[in-house]
């Protein structure tokens, strides 16, 4: 299959079934926004609870953080987001499109209007800029957060007093950033509004580089347990493309249908954030050691995930289309739903009853789907298409023997079993 195809066959299928739909749409939509469906924000939720439940609720070290999306100014000044998160760009004088200074090349024609008649590099700060309360003056100028990291930087000294952690030791974050992208495109690749899954960890100086390797040993487990490692490239960030606070950086790259992309990050951000803090909030947030007393500032090696690229990496990497069928071979865990009920005949009462009965008892434990138009065939063939591991049809044997048929979304395999053992089953396998 051409790349262009696949791109064009999963931005139908998101669209189609539930998962992704244009923001705005009945008003002709806005630009790069997009929306998440019943079916999308389950997977976005799953990406999210598994995430989190790996590297919070599975380990003594990381603790978790929920702040504010609009911070003090200051956080954004200390941090030199206000100086140095810039994008270079270049306008086109002739049409005004504008592009990324580094993703053009100015002695080519503008890609819209064909001129070449191009303005010089500008930086551009990529924050978003909002004013809290009814006056549009300097002072009431906030910014709304580029990335979560800040967040952590700057209850470093509550969570260590709340908590008693010792180093080493991490604050994890899932929330929603914001960045005025120049260039946004690709799907939900790269938008204007986007949600991170974050962890600063903070370590003894002197020992970042075993943690840098240990924290890129666990983005690979990452990537093979939501199923997308094999498409995965790991490219070592020169010093001059690297962000400004970043002393090593190792990008996790995927190959998406529109090319090998940027997909994570991992940066050694040295003590670069809590000395900034420190000096321009004027409150120490030293750590002292319990066994020397010595007082130090924490070091800090930061993994970051982007939910909406994992989103589109799951389903790159799960979309399959057989002869008869497409059906997205998701992990269980980020199956939106993990298991689809049946009668096997709509018209027929008793099978509905006892099919009702065993999808409520399910609801219990599983997100359930249920359906009962058309054939076995058709839902089969609609349950693939959004990546169901397992299928139960009601049949008129089961009103016999207790049994039902489970029928496997990959290997099409459709064992019997006992009704009174079909938890216990798909607990297993999910
Ligand atoms: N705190 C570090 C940080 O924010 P980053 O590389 O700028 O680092 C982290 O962003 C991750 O956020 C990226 O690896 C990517 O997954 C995601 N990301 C960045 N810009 C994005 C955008 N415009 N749309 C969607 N995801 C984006």
């Known amino acids: 299959m051409q790349n262009s195809d696949l791109m064009d066959k999963i931005v139908s299928l998101c669209k189609r079934r539930g998962f992704v739909f244009p923001g705005s749409e009945i008003y002709g939509g806005l630009a790069n926004s997009f929306d998440y469906g019943p079916l999308g924000v389950e997977l976005k939720n799953n990406i999210k609870n598994l995430w989190w439940e790996r590297f919070v609720h599975r380990r003594d070290d990381i603790v978790g953080l929920d702040a504010a999306l609009i911070m003090n100014t200051k956080v954004w000044e200390a941090s030199g987001h206000v100086g140095a998160f810039n994008d270079p760009m270049v306008e086109c004088k002739n049409c005004h499109e504008r592009y990324r200074a580094d993703q053009i090349n100015t002695n080519e024609p503008c890609q819209k209007c064909g001129k070449k008649t191009f303005t010089g590099v500008k930086q551009f700060n990529t924050m978003f800029k909002t004013n809290l309360g009814p006056v549009e003056d300097e002072k009431s100028t906030v910014y709304l957060r580029p990335e979560t990291a800040q967040g952590m930087f700057v209850n470093f000294k509550n969570i260590l007093d709340t908590t008693r952690k010792t180093l080493p030791f991490g604050i994890a974050q899932i929330g929603q950033v914001f960045r005025n992208e120049i260039t946004p495109g690709n799907f939900i690749f790269r938008t204007r509004e986007f949600e991170q899954m974050e962890i600063e960890y903070f370590v003894k100086p002197d020992e970042w580089e075993k943690w840098f390797e240990y924290w890129m040993e666990e983005q690979k487990e990452w990537l093979k347990e939501v199923g997308i490692f094999e498409q995965a490239v790991f490219v070592e960030i020169s010093e001059a493309d690297r962000a400004h606070y970043s002393k090593r950086s190792v990008d996790t790259e995927y190959k998406f249908p529109f090319g090998q992309k940027e997909l994570y990050g991992l940066a050694y951000r040295t003590d670069y954030d809590l000395a900034r803090h420190q000096e321009m909030s004027g409150q120490s947030l030293e750590y002292t050691d319990p066994q020397t007393n010595e ?26 289309e057989e002869e008869d069928r497409v059906y997205l071979s998701l992990p269980p865990k980020l199956a939106p739903y993990k298991v689809a009920v049946f009668p096997l005949l709509k018209n027929k009462p008793e099978l509905v009853t006892k099919a009702r009965e065993i999808y409520h008892d399910l609801q219990k434990d599983f997100t359930v789907a249920w359906d009962d138009r058309g054939n076995v065939g058709k839902r089969y063939y609609s349950q693939d298409e959004i990546g169901t591991p397992f299928c139960v049809t009601v049949d008129f044997d089961s009103l016999e023997d207790g049994s ?27």
Do not use: M
């Open 404 to 430: 039902v048929t489970v029928r496997d979304r990959d290997t099409k395999e459709q064992p019997r079993v006992k009704i009174a053992e079909l938890k216990e089953y798909l607990l297993n396998k999910i």
């Open 295 to 320: 007082k130090f500032l924490p070091h800090v090696v930061e993994p970051t995930w982007g939910v909406s690229r994992t989103f589109l990496a799951v389903l790159c990497s799960a979309y399959r």
